[in-house]
């Protein structure tokens, strides 16, 4: 049996003395799977992470999942936010990190005080992941090589290129909104067959078909424009429905079977899973807000 060598390669370039508001910037990558934790942590501390091959994914506290991937980048913003990551466990992987503190009173990435608010202003509150924009990528690979290079101007080069990614950001989540209002519609055709029809577990082919789709294209339209796979979309919404019921008193066995679970306990399950509270808690705790 032949082993394997592990090919571990992590660069890390030290901009702060030029740029004080970068706190990282690096680009690692292995060629075997290996376990992952990504760290975001710290208040105040922007993080844009482009992920050039590999993938894990990571939970928030809120129940919401993102699964970040080969071509993607993944956007985390400056807040205390709990999360995990529960498949610790990524193929091969080339990442890059930028990591900014955008609270500083001094930031010489911006010309103005007046184009440093415009921008900071227009960053996302929430985490996020968007399939990557060119422009990012060459952003993070123009930062390695005009450092590596330190040719006449390179720091006004690495200036830009910080910007254009912290822009390409901004831009990739407004071009998301345009295409949810775009197909609005579409979600609020799933939605109506799913109130119409709440025991509805699957196949997701008839929820496409209720779309007007093929298969593949059914996918596509959950994951780029909902953000979640149709099976994980279908429960939420069925979590939400619950929580109505719950509300309104009933029985959770009731609402398990008209919900289409197998049992109340793989429902609790569910719900517990994306609410961080069972049935029961929920109901006792409505009783005492009501």
Not at 18 to 26: D, I, L, W
Not at 251 to 271: E, H, M
Request: with cysteine.
């Amino acid at each position: 049996m032949v082993k394997r060598n592990v090919l571990k390669n992590e660069r890390v370039i030290s901009l702060k003395r030029y740029f004080p508001e970068v706190v990282e910037f690096s680009h690692a990558k292995i060629n075997v799977a290996k376990p992952f934790v990504p760290s975001f942590e710290g208040e105040g501390l922007t993080s844009i992470l482009y992920i050039e091959k590999g993938n894990f994914a990571i939970r928030y506290e809120t129940g919401e999942d993102l699964t970040p991937k080969g071509g993607t980048f993944y956007y985390h913003p400056p807040l205390s936010l709990k999360y995990q990551t529960y498949d610790k466990t990524i193929t091969p992987y080339s990442m890059y990190r930028l990591v900014l503190n955008l609270s500083l009173e001094y930031l010489p990435t911006f010309s103005s005080n007046l184009l440093k608010q415009e921008v900071i202003d227009l960053l996302p509150s929430k985490p996020f992941l968007r399939k990557v924009p060119p422009l990012m990528v060459s952003s993070f690979k123009t930062i390695i090589e005009e450092y590596d290079r330190k040719q006449d101007g390179f720091m006004v080069q690495i200036e830009n290129s910080i910007l254009q990614i912290l822009i390409s950001a901004i831009r990739a989540v407004n071009s998301h909104e345009h295409e949810r209002e775009d197909t609005h519609w579409l979600t609020e055709q799933v939605d109506r067959f799913l109130a119409d029809n709440m025991e509805f577990m699957g196949p997701v082919e008839k929820l496409f078909d209720q779309l007007g789709v093929k298969r593949n294209q059914g996918y596509d339209i959950f994951h780029q424009i909902i953000g979640l796979n149709p099976k994980e979309y279908i429960l939420r919404k069925k979590v939400e429905f619950a929580k109505q019921m719950l509300s309104q008193n009933k029985d959770i066995t009731t609402i398990a079977f008209d919900l289409g679970f197998s049992s109340s306990q793989s429902f609790a399950t569910v719900f517990k899973k994306l609410t961080c509270i069972t049935p029961s808690d929920y109901k006792k705790k409505h009783k005492m807000v009501s």
